[in-house]
């Protein structure tokens, strides 16, 4: 079976991947899974966007056969853990339950040999601690409709240049300070919840800024998205764990090495 796939990894977390919203990057992702494999595949959210499709009916071939894939994985042996996301809530009526064999959690502990219990979570429960206005938040939805429009046509004419993709939404959350302090929220907001929840680290998407650090003694993993980013995070068999971009130029954003190995339950 590991034949198939140029590489096989013990798992991925993948989130905020939007099918059915027209700036999913989905020829991106169909080519990363068509690469890579794992024993668990871990989607951590927003993985079809019922409120775009909602508002305009979007949904291509490659879209679809994001999905095909998802549910191909599943039913050929690979544990696929689907956490509903804020754009795709009414899912989170069929957790503990299956669908066509990916199974649905409100939230997941997976237990890594490497680096201990890691709590999985979409992140959208943290909103009120990065986004407490919700004129702020609408204001800031209809801002990002423009980035992605600005970030489809740079990366458009960075194509026709020969240069490799570029996200114009990440350069922009870098250089604004209003922005680095909403993710501190949001980071700080997890790492709360991974303490008072006694786990080793805890994985979240949301809001689409791909991070892999420790803080306070606990592991943060933001998966980022496949709208802008084109991020997921893989964990190796020798227990590395890679946050890993991938598009026209492929690259890790960072890498953890275990210490040492720990004892899952």
Not at 46 to 66: I, N
Not at 87 to 110: A, C, K, P, T, W
Not at 145 to 156: A, I, Q, Y
Request: net charge positive; proline share 3%.
């Amino acid at each position: 079976m590991t034949q198939r796939f140029s590489r096989y990894h013990r798992a991925i977390w993948l989130s905020d991947l939007h099918l059915g919203e027209k700036h999913c990057r989905a020829d991106y992702l169909l080519a990363f899974l068509e690469k890579h494999h794992a024993e668990r595949l871990f989607l951590v959210g927003d993985v079809v966007d019922m409120q775009a499709l909602s508002r305009r009916q979007y949904w291509p071939e490659s879209h679809q056969k994001v999905l095909t894939l998802l549910c191909e994985r599943a039913r050929g042996g690979c544990q696929v853990i689907y956490i509903p996301g804020n754009h795709d809530r009414i899912m989170r009526n069929y957790v503990g339950g299956l669908f066509d064999h990916i199974e649905v959690h409100q939230s997941y502990i997976y237990h890594s040999p490497f680096h201990g219990r890691l709590l999985m979570l979409h992140g959208d429960e943290f909103d009120r601690d990065t986004c407490p206005s919700k004129w702020e938040n609408w204001f800031g939805d209809k801002a990002y409709d423009v980035v992605l429009l600005l970030n489809r046509w740079w990366n458009l004419a960075r194509r026709l240049g020969g240069l490799p993709y570029q996200s114009v939404a990440r350069m922009l959350k870098r250089c604004s300070l209003k922005a680095e302090r909403a993710m501190a929220r949001f980071r700080h907001a997890a790492i709360t919840r991974a303490i008072a929840e006694d786990v080793d680290g805890i994985v979240c998407g949301h809001i689409h800024f791909p991070e892999l650090l420790e803080q306070l003694g606990k592991l943060y993993i933001n998966t980022g998205d496949w709208v802008e980013n084109c991020t997921a995070v893989i964990e190796h068999s020798d227990g590395r764990l890679e946050l890993s971009h991938f598009s026209e130029a492929k690259k890790p954003l960072s890498r953890r090495v275990p210490q040492q190995a720990v004892v899952g339950g």
